[in-house]
């Protein structure tokens, strides 16, 4: 099954801020919104993002997202250690008409 | 809202199970869900997703003919039938509520883990 490709990780200081590219293509990003969700190490996933930019009720505002073409990117600013985790995009695929994930990426927090 | 995913457990190749989602805390049979699976220390898969009332359902091509997928509203409860497991089957199984109007999950249950070994 295809996924999304996301790097494997990426690390900041706190207070810094990171940002996770998510990459697909016009059958997946191109033409459906991303969703991004935060996976605390032992838990479920929550969602953090959904509709490319829009937050769920409870989501503070340190986390944002965007799309452009078959890309998209999470930020997170005011990096805490709190936030170390994986993070997936997520988006359906019209050729495959299966929902696609990416292929996550690890939060450090130096 | 509370999702409690049920079933889980070690099974033979070649056997089946059946995974079971209670949903709480919401008009269960207005949203659409979905299982989600993710093997020991890799990401998230998709797996399967069914919409309200029953009569669509979609599968990933890797369970497609094995698993199937369905719910009980008056039950609130959300089903996977698991059959010819594969020892690539072995994952934590999550059951999630679709958000609805979007493409997006908005709760996940705890987690189920099926492991398929000999």
Request: glycine share 12%; net charge positive; proline share 4%.
């Amino acid at each position: 099954q295809s996924m999304l490709t996301q790097p494997p990780s990426v690390s900041a200081a706190p207070g810094q801020k990171v940002t996770i590219s998510c990459s697909g293509s016009s059958s997946n990003i191109g033409n459906n919104y991303v969703s991004w969700y935060e996976q605390l190490p032992g838990t479920a996933p929550k969602l953090l993002i959904y509709e490319n930019n829009k937050r769920p009720s409870g989501i503070p505002d340190r986390f944002s997202g965007s799309k452009s073409g078959t890309s998209a990117t999470l930020g997170i600013t005011g990096l805490q250690t709190g936030d170390e985790a994986d993070y997936f995009c997520g988006t359906w695929d019209i050729s495959l008409n299966a929902y696609v994930f990416g292929t996550g990426t690890k939060v450090t927090v130096l | 809202v509370q999702l409690v995913e049920s079933g889980g457990g070690l099974v033979q190749p070649g056997g089946s199970l059946r995974l079971s989602c209670a949903a709480s805390g919401f008009t269960f049979s207005t949203h659409w869900m979905h299982w989600v699976r993710q093997a020991p220390g890799k990401g998230l898969v998709w797996v399967s997703r069914i919409n309200t009332d029953g009569s669509s359902t979609r599968y990933a091509d890797s369970v497609k003919g094995r698993f199937i997928i369905s719910r009980d509203n008056a039950k609130n409860t959300l089903y996977l039938q698991m059959i010819s497991l594969r020892a690539e089957d072995t994952a934590v199984y999550y059951c999630a509520r679709q958000y609805s109007g979007y493409a997006a999950f908005d709760y996940w249950g705890q987690g189920t883990l099926v492991a398929v070994s000999s």
